[in-house]
């Protein structure tokens, strides 16, 4: 199963761009990269999903490097309530064993 | 919409008691899961549903047992708690696990659990 690498923790000032990088030098051709977040103690909230192109939706980009080793997701204009831990996932391909690191605690100063 | 739905919030046990964590989605998901974090921690898989009738284990099974009664609903079972299983669980669900690829967790809110 691929492995996911993600820094600790990181800071981001008030309305500037948040990007959380993840490494996942052994993914497989058919694995999609997720993202989610968990805001202080409660359920983790998904955001973002691609598999070799970019994506955007309301919440966050997504940014998948062309060898897919690695991606970077965006937070255009982070907010306080953006403070969170980070997580990149890649749901093994069948397989039904999501599992989780211990993701990127996001802090936002204000 | 209610989504993933846990019960009991909270719940406090002494060491050797058992209880039964509930879990209900009403996504019509064919795939559910259990999570245990820990404090300061990331989430660990206990055990999955790929589809009703079926469970598997996942990374941290011991000590527990799940149900899957029926489409919606998925328990976890702790026959003789113990102080290692304080924690703070997590139910999901997913439209399709493997090889889905268009088809994100969405998570409960959690059963706060303290074993004394």
């Known amino acids: 199963d691929a492995k996911t690498t993600q820094p600790t923790s990181m800071d981001c000032a008030e309305g500037r761009a948040a990007n959380l990088p993840c490494n996942h030098s052994?993914?497989?051709?058919?694995?999609?990269v997720y993202w989610y977040r968990q805001i202080h103690s409660q359920g983790p909230q998904y955001i973002i999903h691609?598999?070799?192109n970019n994506e955007t939706n309301e919440m966050a980009s997504l940014i998948i490097t062309e060898d897919r080793k690695s991606s970077t997701l965006i937070l255009p204009h982070a907010t306080l309530r953006d403070t969170a831990v980070y997580y990149c996932i890649l749901p093994p391909s069948g397989t039904y064993k999501y599992i989780f690191g211990t993701g990127t605690r996001l802090k936002v100063l204000a | 919409n209610a989504g993933v739905t846990q019960t009991p919030k909270f719940q406090v046990l002494k060491t050797g008691q058992s209880m039964t964590l509930q879990c209900a989605q009403d996504m019509n998901h064919n795939s559910m899961y259990w999570y245990r974090q820990d404090p300061g921690m990331g989430l660990r898989l206990i055990y999955y549903?790929?589809?009703?009738?079926?469970?598997d284990k996942g990374e941290v099974p011991n000590g527990y047992n799940v149900s899957r009664l029926n489409k919606r609903e998925f328990s976890l079972r702790l026959e003789s708690a113990a102080p290692s299983q304080t924690s703070v669980y997590f139910c999901?669900?997913?439209?399709?696990?493997?090889?889905?690829?268009?088809?994100?967790?969405?998570f409960g809110n959690g059963t706060r659990l303290t074993v004394t």
């Open positions: 999901a669900s997913s439209e399709v696990g493997g090889s889905s690829y268009n088809s994100p967790l969405h």
């Open positions: 052994t993914i497989s051709g058919n694995e999609y």
């Open positions: 549903s790929a589809s009703e009738g079926t469970t």
């Open positions: 691609g598999l070799k």
